[in-house]
């Protein structure tokens, strides 16, 4: 039981781990009670046991396992986390818990799967039981198969996806298992149960027992529809409603209905797996269709007809299939055949769905013809084919081809193609069959039911009653106003027979429908205005809607009637107007008139209406009037009053005054009774003929009105206009036009006829009366407002001058608005809410459309213009495109019979020729506007491979492409592209731009839509996987699509969409769904008066989301609508129309107070640290092609830290005045803040990038003027840029020098040229240059113009990356085909030609024969010689003044990333922490391109100015030196001193032999004169990388150049090797080169020697004389340590390089023989480590096999010879020396050496017997190398720079105890300033010592000795030290320096010791071996910047460099000295300037 202890103290999580089962069980238990105890479901604790989960299903010790089951299921069902475990502990349950025995674990399983189910996880868990059914145990299998029936059973077939299920159920049905088996029959009923007959395509194959045995549980299945009982957690409501119901003891009926629409109807098709069958065609199909046999043709068709039975193909080209089989059908003789295609047809409609859709247009008009055929069978066949199409399409896309049969003479065409619509007619929906469609249709269907053939009338009664039943009497009723009543109730009992498709709902509408049609028609989509309004009465609470009608501005007299209608009692007399029920009335006879009028009007005035006196005619009419004005409408016959007024008299009537009182009657009957169109036909000739009349006709006009509004105005303006152009009256013509215009604005536009007037205007306008005419250019004004500038088309052909007074009249109208009609409304319905607004509208825009005439360019379209198209030659290509363009151009307007065309047109699409492709767009593109709305049936052939060209390369072709697509949208409209897959199959292709087009078109053109098609959700996976496209644009065109998506798609659908991808993509896309969440817009609200018309409170709400959406995009696009009407809706001022203003205008009182503090704020490190985050790639790179919205949300994100809220709210807003007000913020404040503006830069600076991509002009110039000054800021303050501002800068500002604004880029200019005084201008170089690649000609040519000026402003080292690539990319531009860049380049390079000669045609290379004729001619032109320097060098050096606090300089440098080196920080916090200096890649040289540079840079010295230097003589007070930090700027000296010699160091490498002959005597000057040599120090590697370049130089190079003369090579060599023997004569500096310069000095010099084309030179053995001594200087002064491993590495490179001859190797053998002589000398200085560690690498190498395998024997020998000399010398201490090698028993060199010294110690053994002798020289050997010993350490110690003082004393201590001591040996090798150095020393501290007063100055030693002259001191050179830019010295600088060496001198009485100045500067030793090449980079980095620096000296200071360096250098013996040498170099400077 101890155990048990331990166990039961742990903590329930580690419990559950334990390795005893009964501690597992234990945690379980304690688990399970934790996990129910736990209220919240985000407790922290349920974190703890996320990976444990999976381990409690999956325990192995079965007790364990059932509680860890109880606990699992415990945890799922309430912990928040849970959804993280799905996978695994599903997949644990699966494998491990459902292969149990106990039946309790398998149920604990299947809970926990249905409980993960509920948690959302559903198809997770469906996943993973799919996968346990492929698995072996059949009890798995079972429990699976168990699992997913409960599953379904329980959440019902919305949540369990049954596709997947139904595709494994066939192989579960084959297994071998019985209970698989049965358990499989169970899970089909069950899936039975919710699919029905669904199920049984699927099932078709299986085992036919099985299929029965299923067929007969399937007849057991109750007939309920089944009804989820278990719901997600997202479904609670759901829940609660089904729980209320159950409470209530079954359903209510209200329930029924839900519960119907939660079942989702499951489409067989979907379960099926589609079938390819293209492939599968027999191989001569197409021949064979095409037979002369009959059988041959029946043959192709079977084999179709087999493949086309599969029920679901996969979609492909099936053009060529459906052409074959509609040949068949159209053309062949034999009529089984054409059965047999159309059945073919029928299949491959019903196989492909939607995506047969495309194919629709060509067939049907075939079938319909074929209809002629009598036999029944083939009429069957074609039924099924056309229905099958049907399906496949929209009625509206197959309208035209119908309506052109429809007048076909075949009555059983006639009677088919009727029957046909009215089986197409059962399948729409209100919505689907609207007025638009219905009209054509019912026109010709009642032609149909007078024709004479009966088939014909039945079959047009069949689809009326159709029409009627779908879209309702309200709808069908306007256009069966003349028929007569019998037909009429003919056409109603059809109706009521009807079975719709869509359902019982319709079916039970119909007979909830009797006695009010209006109220059951609760389906109708929005339709007509009084559906509308029923919904809105089942919807909304009372009072709102009395509130819409008075809103709608209608007086509510009037809105009473409607209302009423709207919902209750309409009947035949509804008073709903026309618009529902049109007053029919049969003509009646005059007898019949004069009985109904007598019976309500009075005897005498019925007499007296014929009267032949006219005062009775006036008192008749005023009587009739009265009696007219007291009737009821429902009593008044109107039409039998009409007739009594139009007897005779009648219409002639003489007098004015009673026909005024007739005219005024006719109004009157119109206005108050039921007024029908019969009535009007009997009054309308008269008035017509009254208009004109001066005294009648306002009140004809007013009577014309008032019928129109009884009869509507399109009909009554129909029959007027006629009228008036069939009567020669030209006055009664003008002023019904002029009534006419009137009416229309009164009235509205909807319904005219415009094709009918537009003739008569048309008549009006050629008329000679002028009034005629200008009514009738009235009249088009006015209809202008409704129609737009279509209108214009039908007069292109009048007159110029009529034309002009047309155009002149719509420009009047332009910009004004058409005003609301005030009449008609009463009799539409007033309470029509939107939707009859809406539909008003469009139908507008529709008519006029349709009515204009199109011409049929069918026949023009033969099929030799077709194979034109398709022609192989290009050119004919175009002749064929072009050919269709003038088609098109001269029919203007077209029918959309186009032939073969659309498959031609698709064709060019994708032609080779980018030219003809953009033809066959600009063709589509007229195509649509000429073919108007009748162009969406060609979408989907023609429209989506236009989508496909949106993936092209090339930018023109894409934008074309778009704005085709935006063509054909504007009159498609959406629905028809975003049907079906074409969509989502263009954006499954991973081609970057056809995504980031295609995504940005969806989202323009997504959130105008009130309603998308469901197949938008088949684009949501591609959608997802363009969030994470590799491309950068594609991502965010995706991310700005998602809110248009979700908008249409609703968050939860698209949630549920990630359900497929994997789980990292899955939380990054949920995390932008969330995201797009917040951002989604709101649905648009119905169009038109909206805004008019929202209610009360509602709208405001609806609206907001949008408004805040479009805030967060900044988006104009939406900004403005939806706020608008959120403005009117709330009762806000419509002045604010973005939010956002209204926000910053808010708080306004309290900001005030706010702007009082700094706006910008110091954030210490704030800079580096976000430096930091973009190079970790933290955060996005600041690199784009235009600003997307993550890059601004970064940078405001980066600005909330340091910049004012109130500012940055400014620098963010969306409108750019406020940006003006930021910026004018920013110069106010940017003299005040300099610290912060620095601190702040690179964020002000990527601000400044943003608005550079404004339009903005005010805010561009703005932002340039805040640059200028920022810049001049920044200059004063000597700032740096740094890399990362610069370069997410600079691009942007050069792409601005482009502008075509001269003001613009002349600012542009400025600021560039003021940058170069902050950032290198050899930096901005590459950046300009990257603006030549522009497209923008402009940009290209002033970037050409800006590097000229660098060039000529910096000489040619600003030229990156060399001047030859430079200027090579720069020569390209000569033959540019823009006139100001060819010029731009040409002057460039003259400049160059300018500063540097002839060899700018060697940098060029080659150019084209005419680009060099004109550049040697501008060369001509120019005529300018080359000048010897660079002239204007002062401005690119950014130069640091001394009075800068150091603080200042060091946050100011820009703690740039290129300053790896810290010294600066180091020594401004005066710490002396010695720093390694490597040099950042920025400024490391490209070694190969910089010894193939031949540039010669000549430098001219600028003149000095006299100084007097009287104050010079003062005597000189010592003061005591204090000890203190060094400033920044310490000693310039050192980093002046430095720079000068860097950059002459960088001229020895030059490619031009006179720089690098000059270079290398400056050098060998400095080296000679004993005093100035030290200057050196520290310089030693890099002058001889220098050296070495150029050696290479000339043997690569020189040698080879046949040009050249051999004597400047020779005169080249003998400088090069003299100043190399002068160096290495001075041991001091020779010492400081390191080893892997010494091997590539050794390298050269022996290569030299080797060169035999030396030899041919007439002095070469001279040359080779001297190497020879040079390289035995080398060898005896360089560190010993140091040449002895370079020549031990380069001997084993030799060796192991074949190319180097067997000479080679012997000569580096010499050397080393020859360091081996003289180790005995210098074994002690040497550090043996390292040379046993380089032997030890050399053996590794070359084993002793190896080497003795060496043709020559002396290597082996020289290892030999060198171990053993070490040996002897050392003897056996050299075993203490193999520190450094790793494992020195793998060593063959420690084998070796303890060989060798047993060997030595028997040889001395042996000698001492020998003889006495031997023994006592020996000993006086070892005392005297004990002698030796001491002295070496003490020297060791003065040439160390650290104890080289103590050296000194101990030297002087061990002269005074052995006064016969010989130093000689010691001194005798080393420099003569070595040995004066000593001397010096040793005499300094006997006057010390002996105390012979204060020391002299004299005697001092100065401080510049004291640091440099130690040997090992090696300076840094660099930029980092002091002054950075290596500026120039001035006299008064040389004053400074003297005070810092007084201050000096008194060291040694100093109170404490302070390290020279130059160990500050030291670097440490550099490794042992430093591969050559890193030292040469970091080398000549520093030569470069050097170099470059150099090119930055300001000649406007009055500063100087001499021809010899040392002049800067002075370490004289006395101040009184110094000052002289000062004076007399001074003058001879001068001197030598004259």
Not at 895 to 903: D, M, R
């Amino acid at each position: 039981m101890g155990d048990d202890s331990e166990w039961m103290k742990l903590p329930i999580d580690q419990k559950c781990e334990h390795k005893l089962w009964k501690a597992r069980l234990n945690g379980y238990e304690e688990a399970l009670k934790l996990f129910q105890k736990i209220d919240d479901e985000k407790s922290p604790e349920w974190s703890k046991y996320l990976g444990l989960i999976k381990k409690f299903v999956t325990d192995s010790n079965a007790v364990a396992q059932l509680k860890g089951l109880e606990a699992a299921l415990a945890y799922v069902e309430n912990a928040h986390v849970a959804g993280k475990t799905t996978g695994e502990v599903a997949s644990g349950v699966v494998n491990k818990v459902f292969n149990q025995p106990k039946a309790r674990a398998k149920e604990l399983g299947e809970d926990i799967c249905l409980m993960y189910i509920e948690i959302e996880k559903g198809e997770a868990i469906q996943e993973e039981l799919l996968k346990g059914l492929d698995n072996k145990n059949p009890k798995i299998i079972v429990a699976c198969i168990e699992t997913l029936r409960k599953a379904l059973s329980e959440f019902g077939s919305k949540i369990i996806s049954l596709k997947p299920i139904i595709k494994v159920l066939p192989k579960l049905f084959e297994s071998r298992e019985k209970a698989v088996r049965d358990e499989a029959k169970l899970l089909a009923v069950e899936i039975y149960r919710w699919i029905r007959d669904a199920l049984r395509p699927p099932l078709q194959n299986i085992n036919s027992v099985q299929l029965k045995e299923l067929e007969e549980e399937w007849i057991k299945v109750s007939s309920a529809a089944p009804k989820q009982t278990r719901f997600l957690r997202s479904q609670q409501e759901l829940k609660a409603k089904f729980e209320q119901q159950q409470g209530l003891g079954g359903d209510a009926d209200g329930g029924d209905d839900d519960e119907e629409e939660a079942v989702p109807q499951v489409d067989a098709y979907e379960l099926l797996e589609a079938v390819e069958i293209l492939s599968k065609l027999p191989k001569d199909f197409y021949e064979k269709i095409e037979a002369k046999k009959w059988q041959e043709r029946k043959e192709a068709l079977e084999a179709v007809e087999l493949l086309v039975k599969n029920p679901k193909l996969e979609s492909g080209d099936y053009a060529d299939l459906v052409k074959a089989l509609k040949k068949v059908v159209g053309k062949d003789t034999n009529v089984m055949l054409v059965a047999l295609a159309a059945k073919c047809l029928a299949g491959l409609a019903t196989g492909l769905r939607k995506k047969f859709g495309q194919y629709a247009g060509h067939v049907v008009p075939t079938i319909l013809e074929k209809f002629k055929e009598k036999k029944p069978q083939v009429v069957q066949a074609l039924q099924e084919a056309i229905d099958a199409i049907f399906l496949t399409t929209t009625l509206q896309n197959i309208s035209e081809d119908i309506l052109a049969v429809m007048d076909n003479k075949n009555p059983t065409i006639k009677q088919q193609t009727s029957l046909f619509i009215a089986r197409s007619f059962r399948h729409c929906t209100p919505s689907t069959l609207p007025k638009s469609l219905l009209k054509p249709f019912c026109a010709a269907l009642l032609k149909h039911i007078n024709d004479s053939a009966p088939e014909v009338r039945d079959a047009g009664f069949e689809a009326l009653g159709t029409a009627l039943k779908v879209a309702g009497e309200k709808a069908v009723n306007p256009f069966l106003a003349d028929v007569d009543k019998l037909k009429l109730d003919r056409i109603k009992e059809c109706a009521e027979k009807v079975e719709l498709v869509y359902g019982k709902k319709a079916g039970g509408a119909a007979e909830k429908k009797e006695g009010k049609p209006i109220t059951g028609k609760t389906t109708a989509l929005p339709g007509p205005a009084g559906d509308k309004e029923t919904k809105d009465a089942a919807t909304k609470p009372g009072p709102l809607k009395k509130t819409s009608a008075v809103k709608a501005g209608v007086p509510p007299k009037k809105g009473k009637p409607a209302t009423a209608a709207g919902t209750g009692g309409a009947g035949p007399k509804s008073k709903k107007g026309p618009e529902t029920k049109e007053i029919f009335e049969s003509e009646l006879s005059i007898e019949v008139c004069e009985e109904k009028a007598a019976a309500v009007l009075p005897a005498s005035c019925i007499q007296q209406l014929d009267s032949g006196n006219w005062k009775e005619r006036l008192a008749c009419m005023e009587e009739f009037q009265k009696a007219v004005e007291l009737m009821e409408r429902s009593e008044m016959p109107c039409q039998a009053l009409v007739r009594m007024l139009a007897k005779k008299p009648g219409w002639k009537e003489t007098n004015f005054q009673v026909m005024q009182m007739k005219l005024h009657i006719v109004a009157l009957i119109a206005q108050k009774g039921n007024f029908s169109k019969t009535s009007a036909q009997v009054v309308l000739d008269g008035l017509v003929d009254k208009v004109g009349d001066v005294k009648c006709g306002t009140n004809a006009k007013e009577a014309m009105t008032a019928i129109a509004e009884a009869c509507q105005l399109p009909w009554t303006a129909e029959q007027v206009v006629a009228m008036a152009f069939s009567q020669k009256n030209p006055k009664n013509q003008s002023e019904t036009l002029n009534w006419l215009s009137n009416a229309i604005k009164e009235f509205g536009f909807s319904g005219l006829n415009v094709k009918a007037f537009i003739s008569n205007v048309k008549t009006a306008l050629a008329a000679t009366n002028p009034a005629v005419r200008t009514s009738a250019i009235t009249l088009l004004g006015v209809m202008y407002l409704y129609v737009g500038p279509s209108l214009r088309m039908f007069f292109e052909d009048e007159k110029p001058a009529l034309l002009s007074q047309i155009d002149a009249e719509f420009e009047k109208m332009q910009g004004q608005t058409a005003p609301a009609p005030t009449r008609g409304i009463s009799r539409h319905s007033v309470g029509g809410g939107d939707d009859g607004e809406e539909e008003e509208q469009e139908e507008v825009g529709n008519d006029v459309v349709d009515l204009l005439p199109r011409t049929d360019i069918g026949d023009k379209i033969t099929a030799e213009l077709v194979s034109k198209i398709g022609d192989k030659n290009w050119k004919i290509r175009k002749e064929g495109l072009d050919e269709v363009t003038s088609i098109i151009n001269e029919a203007k307007f077209i029918q959309p019979n186009i032939g073969e065309l659309p498959a031609a047109l698709k064709g060019r699409l994708n032609d080779s020729n980018k030219i003809l492709v953009q033809q066959t767009l600009s063709i589509l593109q007229q195509l649509a506007t000429a073919m108007g709305p009748n162009i969406k049936q060609y979408v989907k052939n023609l429209g989506i491979p236009v989508i496909t060209v949106l993936g092209d390369s090339k930018n023109n072709v894409r934008a074309a492409a778009l704005a085709t697509v935006n063509a054909w949208a504007e009159q498609t409209g959406m629905k028809e592209w975003l049907e079906g897959e074409d969509l989502s199959e263009e954006l499954k292709k991973e081609n970057p731009f056809l995504r980031q087009e295609l995504l940005g078109w969806l989202a323009e053109k997504l959130p105008a839509l009130r309603s998308v098609p469901s197949d938008l959700l088949l684009c949501v996976p591609h959608l997802y996987s363009c969030l994470e496209d590799r491309n950068g644009d594609v991502r965010k065109k995706a991310q700005d699509a998602l809110p248009f998506f979700m908008m249409h798609l609703g968050f939860e659908k698209m949630a549920k969409a990630t359900g497929k991808l994997k789980p990292t993509s899955k939380d990054q896309v949920l995390a932008m769904l969330e995201k797009a969440k917040a951002n989604m817009p709101a649905k648009p609200a119905p169009p038109a008066k909206a805004c008019s018309r929202v209610v009360g409170g509602a709208a405001p709400a609806k609206f907001q989301p949008a408004s805040a959406f479009a805030d967060d995009l900044g988006s104009n696009t939406m900004e403005s609508k939806p706020d608008l009407k959120k403005a009117k809706a709330g009762g806000l001022s419509s002045k604010t129309k973005v939010q956002g203003k209204k926000v910053v205008s808010k708080p306004n009182l309290k900001e005030d107070d706010d702007k009082s503090g700094p706006v910008f704020i110091i954030v210490p490190n704030g800079k580096e640290q976000r430096m930091r985050e973009e190079k970790a790639l933290k955060v996005l790179k600041w690199n784009f092609t235009t600003p997307r919205d993550e890059y601004i949300e970064q940078l405001k994100t980066q600005m909330s830290t340091c910049v004012a809220k109130w500012l940055q709210d400014e620098m963010f807003h969306a409108d750019f005045q406020h940006h003006n007000k930021a910026l004018t913020v920013m110069i106010e404040h940017l003299e005040s803040e300099k610290d912060g503006v620095i601190s702040c830069l690179d964020l002000i600076l990527k601000w400044l990038t943003l608005r550079f991509f404004d339009t903005n002009t005010s805010v561009l110039m703005k932002a340039l003027e805040y640059l200028k000054l920022l810049f001049n800021l920044l200059s004063q303050e000597e700032y740096h840029l740094t890399e990362n501002e610069a370069s997410s800068f600079i691009p942007y500002l050069i792409l601005k020098v482009g502008e075509p604004k001269d003001v613009i880029r002349k600012d542009v200019r400025a600021i560039l040229n003021r940058m170069c005084l902050i950032y290198p201008a050899s930096k901005m170089f590459p950046f300009i240059m990257e603006g030549t690649k522009s497209k923008n000609s402009k940009q290209r040519a002033e970037c050409l113009e800006e590097l000229g000026c660098l060039v000529e402003s910096y000489g040619m080292n600003v030229c990156q990356p060399t001047p030859g690539k430079a200027l090579k990319e720069m020569a390209t531009h000569i033959g540019d085909r823009d006139n100001t860049v060819r010029n731009a380049a040409l002057n460039t390079i003259v400049t160059v030609y300018n500063v540097h000669g002839d060899q700018v045609f060697k940098l060029i290379g080659n150019l084209s024969e005419k680009d060099m004729s004109m550049l040697e001619e501008r060369i001509k032109r120019s005529a300018k010689r080359p000048s010897s320097a660079p002239v204007r060098q002062a401005e690119e050096k950014p130069q640091r003044t001394q009075n800068i606090s150091a603080n200042a300089s060091m946050i100011r440098k820009g703690q740039a990333e290129d300053m790896s080196s810290k010294l600066n920080q180091n020594r401004n916090m005066g710490s002396h922490s010695e720093t390694t200096h490597t040099v950042p890649r920025e400024f490391q040289l490209d070694l190969d391109e910089i010894e193939n540079d031949n540039g010669t840079v000549r430098c001219e010295m600028p003149a000095l100015v006299q100084h007097k230097l009287d104050d010079i003589f003062e005597p000189v007070l010592i003061p005591e030196p204090k000890i203190r930090a060094v400033s920044p700027h310490f000693d310039d000296m050192h980093s002046n001193t430095a720079s000068t010699i860097n950059f002459v160091i960088s001229q020895v490498a030059s490619g031009d032999i006179n720089t690098s002959i000059q270079a290398l005597t400056q050098i060998d000057e400095v080296l000679k004169q004993e005093d100035k040599a030290e200057a050196m120090s520290g310089h030693i590697d890099q002058f001889l990388i220098a050296t070495l370049m150029q050696l290479r130089l000339i043997y690569n190079t020189h040698m080879a150049d046949e040009k050249l003369d051999k004597d400047e090579i020779v005169r080249l060599y003998s400088c090069i090797i003299g100043s190399m023997i002068t160096l290495f004569q001075i041991e001091s500096l020779a010492r400081e080169a390191s080893t892997g310069v010494l091997k590539d000095l050794m390298h050269g010099l022996i290569t030299l020697m080797l060169d035999s084309r030396v030899e041919d030179l007439e002095e070469g053995e001279q040359v080779i004389r001297s190497v020879n001594l040079l390289v035995v200087k080398v060898l005896e002064k360089s560190d010993q340590t140091n040449i002895l491993s370079a020549l031990l590495v380069l001997l084993q490179d030799s060796l192991l390089a074949t190319a180097n001859s067997p000479k080679f190797s012997e000569l580096v053998m010499k050397c080393l023989w020859r360091m081996v002589r003289l180790l005995p000398e210098t074994i002690n200085s040497i550090n043996l480590d390292r040379i046993l560690l380089d032997i030890h690498i050399f053996m590794k190498v070359f084993p002793k096999e190896k080497l003795k395998q060496c043709k020559s024997e002396f290597p082996i020998r020289t290892l030999k010879t060198l171990l053993h000399t070490l040996c002897k010398l050392k003897g056996p201490k050299i075993l203490d020396h193999l520190t450094m090698i790793d494992n020195k028993n793998e060593s063959e060199l420690e084998a070796h050496l303890c060989r060798l010294m047993k060997h030595t110690m028997d040889q001395s053994g042996k000698a001492d017997k020998d003889t006495e002798k031997g023994a006592s020289r020996i000993e006086e050997k070892a005392s005297k190398a004990k002698v030796n010993d001491i002295l070496a350490e003490i020297f060791k110690k003065i040439g160390s720079k650290e104890n080289t003082k103590e050296g000194l004393a101990e030297l002087y201590e061990y002269k005074k105890k052995y006064s016969d001591a010989d130093i000689e040996p010691f001194l005798k090798n080393s420099s003569q300033f070595f040995q004066s150095y000593v001397e010096r020393g040793l005499r300094l501290i006997e006057t010390e010592r002996e105390g012979k007063g204060r020391i002299a100055t004299s005697t001092g030693i100065s401080p510049q000795m004291e640091g440099t002259c130690v040997p090992a001191s090696t300076h840094t050179v660099s930029s980092s030290i002091g002054n950075t830019n290596g500026e120039e010295v001035g006299p008064s600088v040389y004053l400074e320096r003297l005070k810092i060496l007084r201050q000096r001198c008194g060291l040694d009485n100093a109170k404490e010791d302070r390290p020279p100045l130059t160990s500050l500067l030291s670097k440490p030793a550099l490794p042992t071996v430093a591969s050559s090449t890193d030292m040469l980079h970091s080398k000549l980095s520093q030569l470069r910047e050097s170099r470059e620096q150099y090119q930055h000296l300001d000649l406007d200071s009055n500063q100087t460099h001499s021809s010899g360096i040392g002049t800067t250098l002075a370490s004289p013996s006395s101040a009184a000295a110094n000052i002289d040498d000062l004076k007399k170099r001074l003058e001879r400077i001068k001197s030598s300037r004259k």
